[in-house]
């Protein structure tokens, strides 16, 4: 598919290029496009720079490039420049199709600076994911064809002004520089957003393993306690816990709460049963926040069983699933300390029992 882009973007610079020499791209602009233009040009003013590079960290830096981005997708409307073709979008997933509905340029600022970054290093939970050697190469283009049109916009203000001889840049160099820059890029929009939705279902691997363990404890419930069972319950808290170490950033990340603290708690609650729960209100208690908070967990894998490209890559972002975690944690952070010990669990019982 990416062969077949290139050719089709190779094509609309050729075929810009063909009508330009034919005598569409030569002749004074219209005063349309010279609105268009001079918007442009006043919107490159209004651009920030840090060490010489744009900002678009900063919120008026963000601000002002949008602006200035939208500025040269209306004078490329309304010079009729033919954009790149944008078929790839059709490859990107649920989330990406809805910043991009369709095949207009629809320049955005993240993609922009996520080609200011050189080493296009991006870090998800804790691991280094980086771009391909294709996607740096098109960053690199995308940000020449980027100081072009700042360059070419200075001179035409520095010509406006009467601070230089030379004349504004006109409509064939208007048409060639607007044209290379939409070229770059849609091919470095392509590379870049594939790439990152790749990386994205790497990151959210954690959460899908969880979801196909939950799925087999599911299926296995009626059955009667085997090897197979108690495995996959022993897989799932290890799933529980390895993403508590990654996504619960507002306590410890422990992931070394095993499943005896889950096996305990149901012992509790099976002698509770047996021989009533007088005086032992407080093992109840201990025991039933573990089985809740273990539930609560299982739960939320089945909620996003069906949305899966919902969950924000970087797990932490998830508040639903960090409250969880966070309860989960606690509860389990307890039940290690006192239910697990028989002794020890008596003993708490019999304190609150005196107080």
């Known amino acids: 598919h990416f062969g077949e882009n290139r050719c089709d973007i190779s094509a609309v610079e050729s075929a810009a290029m063909f009508r330009w020499f034919w005598g569409s791209g030569v002749g004074p602009l219209s005063s349309v496009e010279h609105a268009a233009v001079h918007e442009l040009a006043e919107s490159r003013e209004q651009l920030l720079t840090e060490g010489g590079v744009t900002d678009v960290e900063s919120e008026a830096g963000h601000a002002a490039c949008a602006v200035f981005l939208d500025s040269i997708d209306k004078a490329s409307r309304a010079l009729g420049l033919e954009m790149a073709p944008r078929a790839y979008r059709a490859e990107f997933s649920v989330n990406y199709r809805a910043l991009f509905p369709d095949n207009n340029r629809h320049y955005r600022v993240d993609v922009l600076e996520a080609s200011v970054d050189q080493h296009l290093a991006i ?7 980086e771009l391909s050697a294709e996607a740096v190469e098109h960053a690199w283009s995308l940000q020449r064809s980027w100081n072009d049109v700042v360059a070419m916009l200075d001179r035409w203000q520095a010509a406006a002004a009467g601070h230089s001889v030379d004349r504004k840049p006109g409509r064939p160099e208007l048409m060639r520089t607007l044209i290379a820059f939409d070229v770059a890029w849609s091919k470095f929009e392509h590379t870049y957003i ?8 790497q990151a959210r691997q954690i959460v899908i393993h969880a979801v196909r363990v939950e799925s087999r404890v599911q299926d296995v419930a009626l059955e009667p306690m085997t090897a197979t069972s108690a495995e996959a319950e022993r897989e799932l808290v290890r799933s529980i816990a390895t993403l508590n ?7 410890k990340g422990r992931d070394d709460l095993g499943c005896d603290i889950l096996e305990s708690a149901r012992a509790v609650l ?7 729960g007088r005086g032992r209100e407080a093992a109840h208690i201990l025991a039933r926040d573990i089985m809740d908070s273990y539930k609560a967990m299982r739960m939320y894998f089945r909620k996003v069983r069906t949305c899966i490209e919902h969950v924000d890559p970087h797990l932490c972002n998830n508040s639903g699933l960090v409250s969880r975690l966070v309860d989960w944690e606690e509860t389990w952070e307890i039940g290690a300390r006192y239910v697990r010990s028989a002794a020890l669990l008596d003993a708490v019982c019999d304190l609150v029992a005196e107080i």
């Open 245 to 251: 170490s990654v996504a619960n950033y507002k306590r």
């Open 194 to 201: 594939i790439e990152l939705i790749a990386i994205e279902e």
């Open 123 to 129: 870090w998800v939970n804790g691991e280094k994911y």
């Open 270 to 276: 099976r002698r509770q049963q047996q021989e009533g």
